[in-house]
């Protein structure tokens, strides 16, 4: 019998790059690799990378320095750059690290199977930042997945055409291009079968899906998804300010299955930064949409992305983004301080903002945001909410859970995506229960079940 083969995939980013990790284990496992946790089992390790910001970037370079040319019982370890960094960086990644074996590149995934072959036959040297097919065509399988997962991502969308001047994504991930519906939908249909509950629809910006392609307009494909009966609950991120049609709208507030909870990037309270930024949209413009929404959907939760220290950024510009944020009193916030990237045309901007500066106007920020946080968290205390059950808090797998005899903390997502941690019985994992909100943290909530369905 041959011996077993491991695979290790670390994932750094966002969640589409934990969606693509999905269909390189898919690739994987069809050559015959198991997925471990643990490195010094690993025959093969793949990490796939982010380059938003240099954080995340040298993240991948010091892990994947330190496991290449890495031995596992006394064999080569087959070490792959693959995702966003390989894409920006291509060739360059052997100056940094001469051990590794390959370099895959975003829209090269595809080829992994081919790669490995030739590094396990021949000991050679891959980059591959070419355009092949796409592996978010392959659908999901089952026996490299890991169960019990009631919720899931499902990229429907690759690239984007904005081309903000901070960001690096249309570099690294090409031009915007569409999937078509009919395989987004087997898709879902697959992961509904297998006892999957919740979508979120992944995309650079979502709210284009289907534009240029015409096959069929975002709001539509929501609708279709709704037909499937498996699915009781839908999100998605990211939407784009200046593409949050009415249309959407009337879809969020109309459609049952999509849950209360829309993330929205403002990336900046200042109409003067939001045009050096290349948004497509004024502070008012945004303040508008968000009103109509709020209008439409009295109940929903808003989050959103802001970077603060954009070159040229003012105390006064700053203030305007303080002064959104008080406005809107998001749910929920992710703050970044500006980081300078390759390609990126503000990279080139004058006007760069010192990292003191940057760092106070983030802590700043987090500091007032904390507070709506928690103050929305406090107000669903005395709430009866439908909580989608996702397995065992934390708390409880780490021992020492607050529940008592034979009952089990768990936790799940309210349909606005809050967390309540809870009491339960039975492992009830993709139940939709009722939860009476007892008390609120700053981060999560904790209530109990008030009926079983
Ligand atoms: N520096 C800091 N933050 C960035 N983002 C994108 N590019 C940069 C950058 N160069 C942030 C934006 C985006 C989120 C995913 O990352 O806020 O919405
Ligand atoms: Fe980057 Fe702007 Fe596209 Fe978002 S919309 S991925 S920030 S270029």
């Given amino acids: 019998m041959k011996p077993r083969q491991y695979a290790y995939i670390y994932t750094i980013g966002c969640q589409m790059n934990t969606y693509d990790s999905e269909k390189i284990s898919a690739v994987l496992g069809s050559m015959g690799y198991e997925n471990t946790y643990d490195l010094d089992q690993a025959d093969l390790v793949v990490c796939n990378t982010c380059s938003i910001r240099k954080k995340a970037q040298e993240k991948a370079f010091s892990f994947l320095g330190k496991v290449a040319g890495r031995k596992n019982n006394k064999k080569d370890v087959i070490t792959i750059m693959a995702g966003c960094v390989a894409q920006q960086e291509g060739e360059n990644v052997f100056k940094r690290i001469p051990n590794l074996d390959i370099v895959l590149g975003t829209q090269a995934f595809s080829q992994l199977k081919t790669h490995v072959n030739a590094v396990r036959s021949s000991k050679t040297r891959i980059v591959d930042t070419g355009e092949h097919e796409q592996i978010f065509e392959l659908m999901p399988d089952f026996s490299t997945l890991e169960k019990d997962r009631a919720s899931r991502f499902v990229t429907i969308m690759q690239g984007c055409d904005n081309y903000c001047t901070y960001c690096v994504v249309p570099y690294v991930r090409g031009r915007e291009r569409s999937r078509k519906p009919e395989n987004i939908i087997r898709e879902i249909e697959i992961l509904g079968d297998n006892g999957v509950k919740e979508v979120t629809l992944l995309g650079q910006n979502v709210n284009s899906y289907g534009k240029k392609e015409k096959v069929c307009s975002f709001p539509e494909l929501l ?58 949209y004024t502070s008012q413009d945004y303040m508008k949409r968000i009103e109509k929404l709020r209008k439409e959907c009295p109940d929903i939760a808003l989050s959103s992305d802001i970077i603060v ?145």
């Fill in 223 to 280: 609708e279709k998804i709704r037909s499937i009966d498996t699915i009781k609950r839908i999100r998605f991120a990211t939407s784009h300010p200046k593409d949050f049609s009415d249309d959407l709208i009337y879809a969020i507030r109309d459609n049952e299955k999509i849950c209360r909870q829309v993330h929205l990037p403002v990336q900046s309270g200042s109409t003067r930064i939001l045009k050096k930024m290349n948004r497509g």
């Fill in 309 to 453: 220290g954009f070159p040229s950024e003012t105390e006064t510009d700053f203030q305007q983004t303080l002064d959104l944020v008080k406005d809107i009193e998001f749910d929920g916030l992710f703050a970044f301080s500006y980081s300078h990237r390759p390609n990126a045309p503000a990279s080139k901007f004058s006007g760069e903002i010192d990292q003191k500066t940057k760092m106070a106007r983030l802590n700043h920020l987090l500091e007032i945001q904390e507070t709506f946080t928690w103050r929305k968290n406090q107000a669903c205390v005395g709430r009866r909410e439908s909580v989608l059950v996702e397995g065992r808090s934390l708390k409880q797998r780490k021992g020492n859970g607050q529940c008592i005899g034979d009952m089990h903390q768990m936790t799940g997502r309210t349909d606005s995506g809050k967390i309540v941690h809870f009491c339960a019985k039975d492992l009830s994992l993709g139940d939709i229960l009722k939860i009476n909100i007892e008390q609120a943290y700053p981060h999560s909530l904790w209530g109990s079940v008030c009926d079983e369905k």
